[in-house]
Structure formats: C-alpha cells, structure tokens
C-alpha cells in the first residue's frame, strides 16, 4: 500500500544537476540495480520502524531500500513532483505491500515534525546540495534520539581506469567543474565523515564501497561502467562546452576512452563511501 503524494514545501527550483530527462531516471535506475548488493549490504531496519528517505528521486534505491526491509514506514521526500510520480509508480510495481508516505518537499527545508524517525536513509544527495552541513543538521532534527542516520555519496576523485586515457580524466575534471559551478561537489565522499561529526552525530563510521569492474564482471561493465557512469559524463557534454571547459572534439575522444574501459582488456575502479552514525541523546 502506500499513500497519496502530499506537496509540502516543494519549490519550483531544484538542485539536481543532472536533470529530469528519461534517459537520466533509466540511468538512476542502472545504478541502483547493478550497485545494490555493494550499497544496501548491511542495512536493515527492524518491521515498523519510521524511515525517512531524504531525496528519493525517481525512487531506484527506494525500491532496494524497501526490499532489505520489509515492514517498515517509509516516508519518501523529494523536490520535484515528476520524479516522485516517478518513484512511485517503480516502487508500486516492484514492491506493491509497501508502506509510504510520499512527500514533495525540499530536504533543505524539511517541514516535518521533531524526532519523528527511527532512521533516515541518504542516497547521492549531499552532493548536490550548496550546504550539505544544513542538510545533516535538519536531518538530525527530524531523528529521535538514539536514531541512526545513513548517508551514502561518491567521490569522482576515486575514477582510476585503464586504458588510462588524459581525456578521459579531463572528462571527468570538467563535469566535477560543472556540478561545482551548479552549488555540488562531485567529490564530497572524502568529507563525508567530518560533515556528519560536524552535524552533531556520533559513532561516526564511513567506510569504502569500492566498485571494480573487468570483462569478468560483465554486469558491473554494463550497468556501472557503461550505463551508470560514462552515460554520466556523456550528458554533459553540451554544458561542458557552453562553458568553455572543454572542447566538444575533446570531450567527444574523452567519452570513447571511457567506452574502451568497458572492452576487453579494460578495467574501471570507483569508490563510494557509506557512512553511519547515531544521534546522540544530547548534541554534545
């Protein structure tokens, strides 16, 4: 079951860089699919607890999220009522006796109640977001004492590939310039432990969900490698060159090398970090 989409606190702007298109929520959802085992792997909430899902999107991890725990009240927010119309006909088809609450809203301006969560679930949205600080902090707000909070994020800093390729890398450099220049950070996974100390949480653990993939890995090369990150990049390839960052040639060689990663004989490395952590009874 789930319950009817309420727009509360939704604005007309949004942060999301990459966009609404078809083809970006069919490459959401490659990388949800092909990365759940490496991302969900050890998160798991009890029958009955109240989840929050901060910035859901077209609901991919909602749907993983879901099926790790099966009974649990999930709330989902997100900014844009597209997306969510989006998430919530994938998590009907995919999880159907689920319980949500879907919720337009902004995570930067949650307008939910005081420690009214057992846990909250962060999925690729800090990075995003011109103050990710704010974000944890308003976040703390809504988690009951006691609560945990997971947040998980990538770091474009951590793409290494061969055949290694300077175009490739001055790909990779510009879209980080861009997601930059949009009020993200493309390499936040390596703050992630001092924002969430920052935020008033303790027991702060982050760890590194390291994805490698090589012709032995062909689901990895096809739902990572290709359609998750390279199609990544591809897109931005018109901003790109709008803004003088690179040429459209230039960027065009670069998105081919990425293409020779996924072929035989080529490998690709990309590390997210997942971090944990719980609010404490008072913020020290």
Not at 114 to 136: I, M, Q, T
Not at 154 to 183: C, E, K, N, W, Y
Not at 243 to 269: K, N, P, V
Request: hydrophobic share 45%.
């Amino acid at each position: 079951m789930d319950t009817t989409i309420s727009a509360t606190g939704g604005p007309a702007a949004s942060p999301y860089v990459h966009g609404y298109s078809v083809d970006e929520a069919r490459r959401l959802g490659d990388q949800a699919d092909s990365l759940a085992a490496l991302l969900h792997a050890g998160t798991s909430y009890p029958p009955g607890s109240r989840v929050l899902e901060a910035g859901c999107g077209v609901g991919a991890q909602t749907a993983h999220l879901l099926r790790g725990s099966p009974g649990i009240r999930l709330t989902a927010v997100d900014i844009d009522a597209r997306s969510l119309a989006r998430a919530r006909a994938r998590v009907a088809a995919a999880v159907p006796d689920a319980e949500v609450e879907w919720r337009r809203a902004d995570v930067r301006r949650l307008p939910l109640d005081e420690r009214s969560f057992d846990h909250v679930f962060v999925c690729f949205v800090l990075e995003h977001v011109p103050d990710p600080a704010a974000v944890l902090d308003g976040l703390r707000r809504v988690l009951r004492p006691g609560g945990t909070i997971t947040v998980i994020e990538g770091d474009h800093g951590s793409a290494f590939f061969h055949p290694d390729s300077a175009a490739a890398r001055a790909v990779i450099r510009a879209q980080t310039r861009l997601q930059a220049a949009a009020g993200g950070d493309a390499l936040i996974g390596r703050r992630l432990r001092p924002l969430l100390t920052a935020a008033g949480f303790a027991g702060v653990r982050v760890e590194p969900r390291t994805v490698y993939a090589d012709a032995s890995r062909p689901d990895l090369v096809e739902g990572f490698t290709r359609r998750t990150f390279t199609a990544l990049m591809a897109a931005a390839g018109a901003d790109a060159a709008a803004a003088g960052l690179m040429d459209r040639a230039e960027w065009d060689r670069g998105i081919a090398d990425l293409h020779r990663t996924a072929g035989e004989g080529g490998t690709f490395h990309y590390a997210f970090m997942k971090g944990t952590a719980v609010k404490p009874a008072a913020r020290p």
